[in-house]
């Protein structure tokens, strides 16, 4: 071999590396702040329990994981029929304003003590309770595809979870759109697909909600549906090779069923129903006392009952229980843009009515905000 042809072996073979050097760099997710963990009861943020040492009235609250009901972050309409009912009061829906909205309030949120919140890839009824649903509000195509414009708004929001320190609970399936997947094939790719997008960000910060409260009978695939809902927490928890914890939720009062207790990583409750604060302790314990139960951590992810003035309340019957505890703060058709975490469009500030200020008022007492 000539020696120019030794250079040009050596300069091709140069080329080669630093285009394989540069491929995976860019297929590299950016480095992250904030892992989450679970050991025994507690969940951890880089290794440390959340809220370490903190006690509330004689009740520890080390380990627990505070959230609020916030499904509605990435919320759009591609129905056009429905989309005008979200106009702001001051101009059109814009799906793009909600989510700079919802950013701009999360360092507000994160300073009070809450260290996560509840998205949806579809959503929650914008309406509150019991109304006609034909919008169409949905991360995933019908095929079980991921809509990009979706995924854009919910990587803004994540990237911000996780330079402020938080966890976000991000929620799947929601009954009133789960129906528009073509088939069960649908309903599996779309797990497929968000759980490789979550991985491939990088994001260590989430904890996965397959399906909000997965035992309504409108969800028209039965693999969502309670007796077959482990299969979907396993194929998450497989396909990410256990770096995902997942769980998913049933409606109030509810305790999950064996096959969901006995794989999920952590067990999501909802209050919605229990007007009793000793109905909520009870809840608890009914679900520690199952034999399928194995020491997961407990977290209430939807709560719609407050008194957040009065010595006992739903937050504190569950912190009493050590036990996680999430609002879930709709506004009703008759209350004003400022009301409310779900209703749509949404004034995200968490100064904005009087019972957001009660919520957070007690959640800063609890948890002495952040430092």
Same mark, same amino acid.
């Given at each position: 071999?000539?020696?120019?042809?030794?250079?040009?072996?050596?300069?091709?073979?140069?080329?080669?590396?630093?285009?394989?050097?540069?491929?995976?760099?860019?297929?590299?997710?950016?480095?992250?702040?904030?892992?989450?963990?679970?050991?025994?009861?507690?969940?951890?943020?880089?290794?440390?329990?959340?809220?370490?040492?903190?006690?509330?009235?004689?009740?520890?609250?080390?380990?627990?994981?505070?959230?609020?009901?916030?499904?509605?972050?990435?919320?759009?309409?591609? *129905?056009?029929?429905? %989309?005008?009912?979200? *106009?702001?009061?001051?101009?059109?829906?814009?799906?793009?304003?909600?989510?700079?909205?919802?950013?701009?309030?999360?360092?507000?949120?994160?300073?009070?003590?809450?260290?996560?919140?509840?998205?949806?890839?579809?959503?929650?009824?914008?309406?509150?309770?019991?109304?006609? %649903?034909?919008?169409?509000?949905?991360?995933?195509?019908?095929?079980?595809?991921?809509?990009?414009?979706?995924?854009?708004?919910?990587?803004?929001?994540?990237?911000?979870?996780?330079?402020?320190?938080?966890?976000?609970?991000?929620?799947?399936?929601?009954?009133?759109?789960?129906?528009?997947?073509?088939?069960?094939?649908?309903?599996?790719?779309?797990?497929?697909?968000?759980?490789?997008?979550?991985?491939?960000?990088?994001?260590?910060?989430?904890?996965?909600?397959?399906?909000?409260?997965?035992?309504?009978?409108?969800?028209?695939?039965?693999?969502?549906?309670?007796?077959?809902?482990?299969?979907?927490?396993?194929?998450?928890?497989?396909?990410?090779?256990?770096?995902?914890?997942?769980?998913?939720?049933?409606?109030?009062?509810?305790?999950?069923?064996? *096959?969901?207790?006995?794989?999920?990583?952590?067990?999501?409750?909802?209050?919605?129903?229990?007007?009793?604060?000793?109905?909520?302790?009870?809840?608890?314990? %009914?679900?520690?006392?199952?034999?399928?139960?194995?020491?997961?951590?407990?977290?209430?992810?939807?709560?719609?009952?407050?008194?957040?003035?009065?010595?006992? *309340?739903?937050?504190?019957?569950?912190?009493?229980?050590?036990?996680?505890?999430?609002?879930?703060?709709?506004?009703?058709?008759?209350?004003?843009?400022?009301?409310?975490?779900?209703?749509?469009?949404?004034?995200?500030?968490?100064?904005?009515?009087? %019972?957001?200020?009660?919520?957070?008022?007690?959640?800063?007492?609890?948890?002495?905000?952040?430092?």
């Amino acid at each position: 071999m000539s020696a120019i042809e030794f250079f040009s072996v050596c300069l091709t073979l140069a080329i080669t590396l630093l285009m394989c050097a540069t491929r995976s760099d860019a297929q590299t997710p950016a480095a992250r702040k904030t892992k989450v963990a679970i050991s025994g009861e507690s969940f951890l943020i880089n290794g440390r329990p959340i809220n370490e040492g903190r006690v509330y009235n004689g009740m520890k609250i080390e380990g627990l994981l505070f959230n609020s009901r916030m499904v509605q972050g990435i919320f759009d309409d591609r *129905n056009a029929e429905t %989309r005008e009912l979200w *106009n702001y009061p001051d101009g059109a829906w814009d799906p793009d304003r909600n989510t700079n909205g919802f950013i701009a309030a999360m360092p507000a949120w994160r300073d009070a003590g809450l260290a996560s919140f509840t998205i949806n890839l579809q959503g929650g009824s914008p309406y509150g309770y019991g109304n006609p %649903r034909p919008w169409w509000n949905s991360g995933f195509n019908t095929d079980g595809s991921l809509d990009p414009k979706y995924l854009a708004r919910l990587e803004r929001i994540l990237d911000r979870a996780d330079e402020l320190g938080m966890v976000p609970i991000v929620g799947l399936f929601y009954e009133a759109q789960a129906m528009r997947f073509d088939n069960e094939a649908a309903v599996c790719r779309a797990v497929d697909e968000i759980t490789d997008w979550l991985l491939a960000k990088g994001y260590t910060n989430v904890i996965v909600e397959i399906a909000n409260e997965c035992n309504l009978k409108g969800f028209a695939h039965p693999i969502i549906l309670p007796a077959r809902a482990h299969e979907l927490i396993q194929r998450v928890k497989e396909r990410s090779k256990g770096r995902l914890l997942v769980a998913t939720s049933y409606t109030g009062g509810t305790v999950p069923s064996d *096959n969901v207790l006995d794989v999920e990583d952590f067990v999501l409750l909802h209050g919605n129903g229990v007007s009793d604060p000793n109905e909520i302790r009870k809840l608890v314990e %009914r679900t520690r006392s199952n034999p399928h139960y194995h020491g997961q951590p407990i977290v209430f992810n939807e709560d719609d009952h407050y008194d957040f003035e009065k010595p006992d *309340n739903n937050f504190i019957a569950a912190v009493s229980q050590h036990t996680g505890w999430g609002l879930f703060d709709f506004r009703k058709k008759q209350e004003a843009f400022d009301e409310g975490f779900q209703s749509v469009p949404c004034n995200w500030s968490p100064d904005s009515s009087e %019972r957001k200020r009660g919520f957070f008022k007690l959640l800063r007492e609890m948890t002495g905000g952040t430092k």
